[in-house]
């Protein structure tokens, strides 16, 4: 069975600074991963989508990496803000031959920034 | 719609009635899934549709969970004598095709934060 792990569970720092947050999978078959942002109230937004033949992601200031073979994610955040106030969730999609599986989700980085 | 509409936001229901979650996706999205999250708990899979129909039930979490689709649009979670353990939020996601792939990448509601006392 598919876990997904995300460190660390919690993340606090100044505004202004790069941050990473990190993401592991135990089975590498995936097919693709995505990084959602949960604002608290209300629901996921996906921020980036990596398929599984693929290194990496970028928009705007946020840049997602994929190893597969070692099972890892990382989102690096760049020159972070207020308002990149929120938890960040990581998810893998499995491929179940004749369709989608639904995400397989890690519990989450609750971030906050400091002004 | 512009986007994926869940009702009620809250329901509030004793133990031991049933309820009634709705989920209206996306216009012309033929896949919808269902997601649980509990408090302390990361987000659970509940259930897939691809049109009207669910491949695979074994993500409900108790047979008191069912799940509908109708015209290939609106959905229904329905829990039948609800139980304390069945207070988190669920929430609904619908994609354009039913496929890990950019035209499957999921959008979210806002979800219904269901509590029963």
């Known amino acids: 069975k598919q876990e997904v792990t995300q460190i660390p569970a919690a993340l606090s720092v100044p505004e202004g600074e790069n941050l990473v947050l990190n993401c592991s999978f135990t089975d590498s078959a995936i097919y693709n991963l995505q990084w959602f942002r949960q604002d608290p109230g209300k629901g996921l937004t996906s921020l980036l989508l990596i398929q599984s033949s693929q290194r990496e992601q970028t928009s705007g200031r946020l840049n997602a990496s994929l190893d597969k073979s070692s099972g890892r994610s990382t989102l690096y955040i760049a020159a972070s803000q207020p308002g990149d106030s929120a938890t960040y969730l990581c998810?893998?999609?499995?491929?179940?031959?004749?369709?989608?599986?639904?995400?397989?989700f890690g519990k989450g980085t609750h971030l906050i920034i400091q002004p | 719609g512009a986007g994926v509409s869940q009702s009620p936001s809250n329901k509030v229901t004793e133990k031991g009635k049933d309820v009634e979650l709705r989920c209206d996706p996306i216009s012309g999205h033929t896949a919808l899934y269902w997601y649980r999250q509990s408090l302390g708990q990361g987000l659970e899979f509940l259930i897939y549709f691809q049109g009207n129909s669910a491949p695979d039930k074994s993500g409900l979490p108790s047979d008191r969970f069912s799940a509908e689709r109708t015209g290939g649009s609106v959905s229904t979670l329905t829990i039948q004598r609800t139980q304390q353990e069945d207070s988190a939020v669920y929430l609904c996601a619908s994609s354009l095709v039913g496929l890990a792939g950019p035209q499957g990448i999921q959008y979210f509601g806002a979800g219904t934060r269901l509590s029963v006392l």
């Open positions: 998810a893998v999609t499995m491929y179940s031959g004749g369709g989608a599986d639904g995400l397989t």
